[in-house]
């Protein structure tokens, strides 16, 4: 039997979800018996096979591959790959789901309009505790339309995800994924660059489910080597399209040694990883960057100097001197209603600070609010400006809470917000924030010659040879 479209799930301990993404499968309206179902067990050491093999004795369609040891997402993607029969293919992870028209909407227009790729619009369908860097991912597309070259789309390259897309059987050559969380990558990019033809569709919606526990969001620290590789891949594609995605990539490893306390050699091993993997990016390269996403903060004068130093002076200066604690992508309110401000009253909200951000914090369990005190970012000297019209009267900045933007020079940077709070549910904030660069703060060093003292260094874990720039 000839089919319109094949459709390859890896499964891996999904039982909660598995019944949800398969009814999204058979109910799909292009029918399915028009669809190849290929399930892929990597394992599951779960229950979810059970389920599975209801819907495979119900449906022909289904075909069920069983690997004999957990292989990982991106082998089980490649062993699907090998029972294909039609002349189209497309991934479902095990605890997501599509829309019902997706398939047979997106088949109909990559055959009309003779493209060899599509890529339809995704939703995130619940939260994670993943702490996510800085993100630049491609937005959804509001109008359907054909991309003759993608230089047309750059940002299309931040479309890295396979589970979007349907692909020709011109392409499938392209389709090998490596071990590694972020092995949708390399692949999804050759295809990308190969396609001739990529159509962008918006009437068909992919629902990703960020879930902790599943394949795709379990994190961990080693997974900075695998980005890593990722980077050096690219380089290796020799496409300049590619350029600014390498630069997310480098901008979000960096993000993540500023965030976490990891162990200082282990950092020191992720620098020297990454100082590897990258090839040198270019001032214009990064202005270039910063054009395509003004409102991304990005660590402009850090990844030029990635190939100037050794790993250690690199982390003293850029982490150890500038951040002394982490940078903590949370912003706090804190309240006092008549107690003054303690941890006990205070809202906390977990977000990737962009230049431009806007936060809402309930108020709903609190009375009798005489004020509050907004901490937009903890951990990184910056400048910041409340843009709405809040009545501030006091904050711990170097300037006045009259200038256009407050520069703070302490790693708790506050704002005190002083009115009758008593009739709210909730407060938006919408502040403009920058950290400050190197410049800045060597600039701000000779004006203060006492803001050392104010630091409240820490001991750090090893010595470090400072500022050894090579020749």
């Known amino acids: 039997m000839s089919y319109e479209l094949s459709v390859i799930i890896p499964v891996y301990n999904v039982e909660k979800y598995i019944g949800e993404c398969l009814d999204s499968v058979v109910n799909q309206s292009i029918g399915i018996d028009n669809i190849e179902v290929i399930v892929v067990n990597d394992a599951t050491p779960d229950n979810s096979m059970d389920i599975i093999n209801e819907y495979a004795e119900k449906y022909p369609s289904f075909k069920?591959?069983?690997?004999?040891?957990?292989?990982?997402?991106?082998?089980?993607?490649?062993?699907?790959?090998?029972?294909?029969?039609?002349?189209?293919?497309?991934?479902?992870?095990?605890?997501?789901?599509?829309?019902?028209?997706?398939?047979?909407?997106?088949?109909?227009?990559?055959?009309?309009?003779?493209?060899?790729?599509?890529?339809?619009?995704?939703?995130?369908?619940?939260?994670?505790?993943?702490?996510?860097?800085?993100?630049?991912?491609?937005?959804?597309?509001?109008?359907?339309?054909?991309?003759?070259?993608?230089?047309q789309n750059p940002k299309l390259v931040f479309s890295t995800a396979s589970w979007n897309k349907i692909y020709h059987k011109s392409l499938f050559k392209y389709l090998n994924y490596s071990k590694g969380l972020y092995e949708d990558n390399l692949v999804t990019l050759s295809a990308l660059i190969n396609a001739k033809r990529i159509f962008l569709n918006k009437d068909a919606i992919y629902y990703h489910r960020k879930n902790s526990e599943s394949i795709t969001e379990n994190i961990k620290n080693s997974n900075v080597f695998d980005l890593c590789d990722i980077i050096n891949g690219l380089f290796k594609l020799n496409d300049e399209i590619l350029t600014p995605l390498i630069i997310k990539f480098i901008n979000d490893i960096l993000f993540w040694i500023y965030y976490y306390n990891?162990?200082?050699?282990?950092?020191?091993?992720?620098?020297?990883?990454?100082?590897?993997?990258?090839?040198?990016?270019?001032?214009?390269?990064?202005?270039?960057?910063?054009?395509?996403?003004?409102?991304?903060?990005?660590?402009?004068?850090?990844?030029?100097?990635?190939?100037?130093?050794?790993?250690?002076?690199?982390?003293?200066?850029?982490?150890?001197?500038?951040?002394?604690?982490?940078?903590?992508?949370?912003?706090?309110?804190?309240?006092?209603?008549?107690?003054?401000?303690?941890?006990?009253?205070?809202?906390?909200?977990?977000?990737?600070?962009?230049?431009?951000?806007?936060?809402?914090?309930?108020?709903?369990?609190?009375?009798?609010?005489?004020?509050?005190?907004?901490?937009?970012l903890e951990g990184s000297f910056v400048k910041c400006r409340i843009t709405n019209n809040l009545p501030i009267s006091d904050a711990n900045c170097d300037n006045s809470v009259d200038d256009d933007c407050q520069i703070f020079t302490n790693l708790d940077p506050y704002y005190v917000l002083d009115a009758d709070f008593s009739d709210i549910s909730s407060?938006?904030?919408?502040?403009?924030?920058?950290?400050?660069?190197?410049?800045?703060?060597?600039?701000?060093?000779?004006?203060?010659?006492?803001?050392i003292n104010d630091l409240q260094v820490k001991p750090k874990k090893r010595k470090f040879s400072f500022f050894n720039k090579k020749e």
């Not at 790959?81 to 599509?98: A, C, E, P």
């Not at 190197?438 to 803001?451: G, S």
């Open 64 to 151: 069920v591959i069983s690997n004999k040891s957990n292989k990982g997402l991106g082998e089980s993607r490649n062993i699907g790959l090998k029972y294909v029969t039609s002349d189209y293919v497309t991934f479902l992870d095990s605890d997501d789901f599509i829309s019902q028209n997706a398939y047979e909407d997106s088949v109909s227009k990559i055959k009309k309009s003779g493209c060899d790729l599509l890529i339809y619009n995704w939703e995130t369908y619940t939260g994670s505790d993943y702490v996510e860097p800085i993100s630049v991912h491609q937005q959804n597309t509001l109008e359907n339309k054909v991309i003759d070259d993608i230089n």
């Open 262 to 376: 990891w162990d200082v050699a282990a950092e020191i091993e992720f620098i020297d990883k990454l100082k590897k993997s990258s090839g040198k990016i270019t001032e214009n390269q990064l202005d270039h960057y910063k054009k395509l996403f003004p409102d991304v903060l990005l660590y402009y004068g850090d990844i030029l100097d990635l190939d100037n130093y050794d790993a250690e002076t690199f982390l003293a200066k850029y982490k150890y001197f500038n951040r002394l604690n982490k940078v903590n992508s949370q912003a706090s309110l804190y309240v006092d209603a008549g107690y003054g401000f303690n941890e006990s009253d205070k809202v906390a909200i977990d977000y990737s600070p962009l230049k431009k951000n806007n936060l809402e914090f309930s108020l709903e369990k609190f009375d009798n609010i005489s004020k509050l005190r907004f901490d937009p």
């Open 427 to 451: 407060i938006q904030i919408n502040f403009d924030l920058e950290i400050l660069t190197n410049d800045d703060i060597a600039n701000l060093f000779r004006q203060k010659d006492n803001i």
